[in-house]
């Protein structure tokens, strides 16, 4: 999700690229990731479907995710027609608080063109605006539990609005100039291309299509969600669990440091270097709000008991990965912005040939990448709160950790074409890329 490359990816003046040079470079930018042509065709086949059926089996009395065949929905719970119009709702919503003139202006990295973007960074205001106009909603009786039976249909529409946003986005893209283009995603495979996205940085006149939906209606609706799994547990049991109330508080923080520190996505790999096509426009839109948030859905159906010893060993889980994944990042970003500043000034690091340094000392000489293990960690106890007795509320953990171990190898691959030799003498000194002495 938010997890940033801890290397400095900022680069000096750069000239206009020759336009031939650059189609060029385009056209045998052949490399794919994913699975490539497979993996375009069968992934947003399969993780849709796994989307509904992660939610089915959260709402179903067994929560047996091995249980075959696997609780099928009728038509009626895959569609209400509330469903869209809480979805488009939440969505033009956001779309109009990003366009309000709070919170300051950041420009993004140097482009192609030698040109720098510009950015509002105001998505935590609004979170809070969301989080002011959910108390008022709460307070007039709204009722916020039916979320719980609304899950499947609002997931539905997302999944719709995900493929037909992707579409629009593959068509513009043929539009756009050739410096406007991700290296990536202009293969000449039409189904690779729709899947990893051809365009870098869409937008409508000053609209940024991928920077709004990287932070905003899908992240901060995971906390909508989760806040209306709980309301569906007091209407079933007269008040939250402590489980429950731990998986609130506990992804809430995370989405909220997200926002707070949202600058720093500017130069994260989803921004910097994919373009923006159906696997990032899904990940934002229906993968982080439906499957995230799993072990909230879990908890309406499956209540856990939580005894205060239980209850303290995994906050202080929490707050070991919230300090390792905000410290480590906080040191990235201090010395990406100043490496003169007395926090990161004695910090030992490695030359390279761009002219740019390597930290490899402090969070980053412990391992390559702290911030994933402090997302981990957090992962886990996320999913502590739902006991072992079922599986499901581990899918998030499991998958995040599959996640984070391919976006080390990418972030490997990259660093190491683009740092060579001092990249080399980085992973010797620093041999551990995620867990120190394990892998």
Not at 163 to 172: Q, T, V
Request: net charge positive.
């Amino acid at each position: 999700m938010h997890s940033a490359l801890h290397l400095s990816t900022h680069r000096g003046a750069i000239m206009k690229p020759n336009s031939q040079a650059l189609k060029h470079k385009l056209s045998h930018d052949t490399e794919t990731e994913f699975g490539g042509t497979l993996g375009a065709i069968c992934i947003p086949i399969f993780l849709p479907l796994t989307v509904l059926f992660l939610i089915c089996v959260s709402q179903s009395h067994e929560a047996s995710v091995l249980h075959w065949p696997p609780p099928l929905p009728s038509a009626d719970q895959l569609w209400d027609p509330l469903a869209p119009k809480l979805l488009l709702g939440w969505i033009a919503l956001h779309a109009l608080l990003y366009m309000m003139p709070i919170g300051k202006v950041s420009e993004g990295l140097v482009l192609r063109d030698g040109t720098r973007l510009k950015y509002p960074i105001n998505g935590f205001h609004g979170l809070c605006i969301s989080g002011v106009l959910l108390m008022l909603l709460l307070a007039l009786g709204a009722p916020l539990g039916y979320l719980f039976e609304l899950l499947l249909p609002v997931a539905v529409c997302a999944i719709g609005v995900s493929f037909l946003l992707s579409i629009y986005l593959y068509i513009r893209s043929f539009w756009a100039p050739l410096h406007a283009l991700a290296l990536g995603g202009n293969t000449g495979n039409p189904l690779y291309d729709f899947f990893i996205g051809r365009e870098l940085n869409p937008r409508i006149g000053n609209f940024d299509l991928k920077y709004f939906c990287e932070l905003r209606p899908g992240l901060i609706g995971w906390v909508v969600i989760n806040l209306g799994m709980l309301m569906k547990e007091v209407e079933l049991r007269g008040s939250p669990s402590l489980a429950m109330i731990l998986v609130n508080c506990f992804q809430l923080l995370y989405v909220a440091d997200a926002l707070w520190n949202e600058e720093a996505v500017l130069t994260t790999m989803d921004i910097v270097h994919d373009g923006f096509g159906f696997m990032l426009v899904f990940g934002d839109l229906a993968w982080v709000p439906f499957t995230y948030g799993l072990q909230a859905a879990f908890l309406v159906m499956h209540p856990q008991t939580l005894s205060l010893l239980k209850a303290a060993a995994i906050i202080a889980l929490n707050g070991v990965g919230y300090y390792i994944f905000r410290k480590s990042n906080s040191q990235k970003n201090q010395f990406r912005r100043d490496p003169t500043h007395p926090s990161v000034a004695r910090l030992e690091t490695i030359a390279t040939a761009t002219g740019k340094r390597l930290l490899v000392s402090g969070w980053w000489g412990l391992v390559r990448h702290p911030n994933y293990l402090g997302d981990l960690l957090m992962a886990l106890a996320w999913s502590l709160p739902c006991g072992f007795s079922h599986i499901l509320p581990y899918f998030y953990v499991i998958y995040f950790t599959v996640l984070l171990i391919h976006r080390e190898a990418r972030d490997e691959r990259q660093c190491r074409a683009k740092y060579g030799l001092a990249w080399d003498t980085y992973c010797r000194r620093v041999p551990y890329r995620i867990f120190p002495y394990i892998y």
